[in-house]
């Protein structure tokens, strides 16, 4: 069989009722207001998905485009026998659904239970027509994930596990807007569990449980039951290798980072 038939179902999404009169109902309104997207309210679409429910399929034509409200969503790319690459994760305000091609070249599947907006793609692209801010929005938006596609070749290319690995919760860090915080008593909270760690950095999930030991014996983590605790922003820093004064930034002061319950047992890894 072929692998890429063996996601799993997919939710339905004729059941979903789009917005209307810009109410919600149980879905969380939008998080920023005002944001770019907010121009096309009156043609969005409320996705609700359970975990590991699929948004789209590898392949699937591209006709419409999604902003994440809550939850987290992780981009796959399969291979014929199986083998499992993640792509990115989607976090709450990030943008997905702009492939080239006219098809999906990942699949994208929800990590926990997940709220996204839908955009009909044909309705983005009149407004990015007619709106010189929006477009520039939209081209932003791109570069930026040109960008972190870019930095994700690197690091699989090379670097070590240690460098990934350090480097990850660094970039994890960036992304909540915690980095010039001293002090964040909170942490981070991390819904994917080990093996899409591991497939996201090119890792087994045993060598991601090393790491996090060798992470901890250079003091730059603390593994805790359910999260690790940041002890040494620096060290840390120092151990992604090249990203230079961002990591520094981005891992300022302490911080909790939660991944998920499986992660506390790579303390006896």
Not at 129 to 151: C, I, M, N, S, V
Not at 209 to 225: D, G, K
Request: hydrophobic content about 45%.
């Amino acid at each position: 069989m072929n692998a890429l038939s063996q996601i799993g179902p997919r939710p339905d999404m004729t059941q979903v009722n789009p917005v209307a009169d810009g109410e919600w109902g149980c879905v969380p309104a939008p998080r920023t207001h005002g944001a770019p997207l907010g121009a096309l309210a009156a043609v969005a679409t409320p996705v609700v998905l359970a975990a590991g429910d699929e948004l789209f399929e590898q392949d699937d034509p591209v006709t419409y485009c999604y902003q994440v409200v809550s939850g987290c969503v992780r981009t796959v790319r399969l291979m014929e026998d199986g083998r499992r690459q993640i792509g990115g994760f989607l976090m709450p305000g990030d943008v997905l659904g702009f492939d080239a091609g006219g098809r999906h070249d990942h699949a994208a599947q929800a990590v926990t239970a997940t709220v996204l907006r839908r955009y009909p793609l044909h309705a983005v692209m009149a407004m990015a027509e007619r709106d010189a801010g929006f477009a520039l929005w939209l081209w932003r938006t791109a570069a930026d994930q040109l960008h972190r596609a870019r930095e994700h070749a690197v690091l699989l290319g090379r670097m070590t596990a240690t460098e990934r690995v350090a480097r990850f919760l660094c970039d994890l860090r960036t992304r909540a807007g915690q980095g010039d915080k001293s002090d964040d008593k909170a942490g981070i909270a991390l819904p994917m569990q080990r093996a899409d760690i591991a497939d996201y950095l090119g890792l087994t999930v045993e060598t991601v449980s090393r790491t996090l030991t060798h992470l901890r014996r250079a003091r730059a983590i603390e593994v805790e039951p359910g999260r690790i605790l940041v002890k040494s922003a620096r060290a840390l820093a120092d151990l992604a290798a090249d990203f230079g004064d961002d990591a520094a930034k981005g891992v300022a002061g302490l911080a909790h980072v939660r991944i998920g319950d499986s992660v506390a047992a790579s303390r006896h890894a």
